[in-house]
């Protein structure tokens, strides 16, 4: 670890519901999993804030002189339209709406998601590790459990959750709110208890099922995590993530399962952190009400996706976060700045090796205790814009500093360009060149002192929906209007 990287680390663990230091199970090593998405339709720019979340904590993981591996999982069978036992699989649904094979939905949609981890500047994990590849461990899993812990009933398996200590202590809400939301299957000893094998009703065959002791079906979702998790980092390992909603059913149930299988308390991660929502006050995050907010979408509409990391690293992943297209905007224009800053440093030098600038390592300290803190993104990127405000410092340093911070942000400052940040939404009228190419003639008009013409060619360009910006201080010059 170096000297400016040495605060020390706390993270909010929602099992203690406190900020706990971390120390890893294994010195100098932090194993991290990450719940990963459901592929029976595109991510939402809220589930992929759950990836910009688990992303940065792994970066600052790293950053902090960790040696890191990342699981994160894709969830391609057992998933229920209802988070809890009753209803489709979210997986079959999709399959029987479109006419197209579950695996073939499930391809689809793995690929565009990472199209996405691709834009966003998420690193990629260690291993993405797919559900359907690992049922045969699964089974083995609840093979282990199932004499002490599990019953069977008509429709599959079933987990017995008073079986456990302290069921539901990472909800708090076990006997109240958690429990309604559970569906009732018939037979069931309690209402929080879960599927672990979901047998298929005699007489029906599904696209995706396996052969088991509890006869012909498909695992329940909660089990997939359980197995994938300590296959790949352990019994007990360092950090789980996912979106808050998964505190209440989907990550008790993971604990639950964890205890059994290790015949004790242990909740098998160490630390269970959640990523709190991003949301839309128009219910744009909604997948099942038509349109929804997509990656793309933004894409579409002009904005590059590092405004939207950006956007969300200006929230602590605690905070619920609303979207809007102003503050996506706001965060693309802040992007900008840093980006000109950048640009103009970069025009005058090379990024020193190392930053040794007494007072840029101060604010690189301040930064690291920042980061530190629960990972307080928003003043972590205080310390950034102070760094890019320093004067008369040596400008190779600087960018050496700006480099490292970036690291943990992962908003590549220092390399993307001011015109990558242009707002060029893919319905435009008009192509970026021809746009250039008014542009160039109305400078011309106006040298010539022809004012008429080089207004025509301003409302000419007006009409195709392009906002000429002269003067602008951000030198954006002109942009598509997004509406
Ligand atoms: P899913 O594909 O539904 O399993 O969700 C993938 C991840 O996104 C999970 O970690 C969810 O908890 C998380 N998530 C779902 N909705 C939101 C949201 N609106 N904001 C932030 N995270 C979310
Ligand atoms: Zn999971």
Known sequence: MTESRSAPLTLFNSLTRQPEEFRPVHPGEARVYTCGPTVYNYQHIGNMRAYIFADTLGRALSWKGYDLTHIIN??????????????????????????????????????????????????????????????????????????????????????????????????????????????????????????????????????????????????????????????????????????????????????????????????????????????????KMSKSAGEFLTLQLLVDRGVHPLAYRLMCLQAHYRSELEFSWENLLAALTRLKRMVIAVEQLRAQAEPAERCTHPRLREMLAAFDTAISDDLNTPKALTHLDEMLAQKKTDRGEKLAAIGEADVVLGLDLLTLDRSDLRVRPVSAEIAEDEIERQLDLRAEAKANKDFPAADAIRNELSEKGVEIMDGDPLRWEWRIDLS
């Open 74 to 283: 894709i969830t391609d069978v057992g998933h229920l339209t209802s988070d809890a036992d009753a209803g489709d699989d979210k997986m079959e649904k999709a399959a029987s709406e479109t006419g197209k094979s579950a695996w073939d939905i499930a391809k689809f949609y793995t690929e565009a998601y990472w199209r996405d981890i691709e834009r966003l500047n998420i690193r990629q994990p260690a291993k993405w590790s797919i559900a359907t590849e690992h049922v045969e461990a699964m089974i083995d899993f609840a093979k282990s459990i199932a004499d002490k812990h599990c019953y069977e009933l008509e429709s599959g398996l079933y987990f017995d959750t008073s079986t456990v200590p302290d069921y539901g202590r990472l909800a708090r809400a076990a006997t109240d709110e958690g429990e309604s939301r559970i569906d009732p299957v018939e037979g069931k000893r309690h209402t929080t208890d879960f599927a672990i094998w979901r047998k298929t009703p005699d007489g029906e065959t599904r696209q995706m099922e396996w052969d088991s002791p509890w006869g012909r079906g498909a695992p329940g979702w909660h089990l997939e995590c359980s197995v994938m998790s300590k296959m790949y980092l352990g019994e007990t390992f360092d950090i789980h993530t996912g979106g808050i909603d998964h505190r209440e059913i989907h990550h008790p149930n993971e604990i639950a399962q964890n205890q059994a299988h290790s015949c004790s308390a242990d909740t098998g991660a160490n630390i269970w952190m959640h990523n709190n929502f991003l949301v839309d006050r128009g219910g």
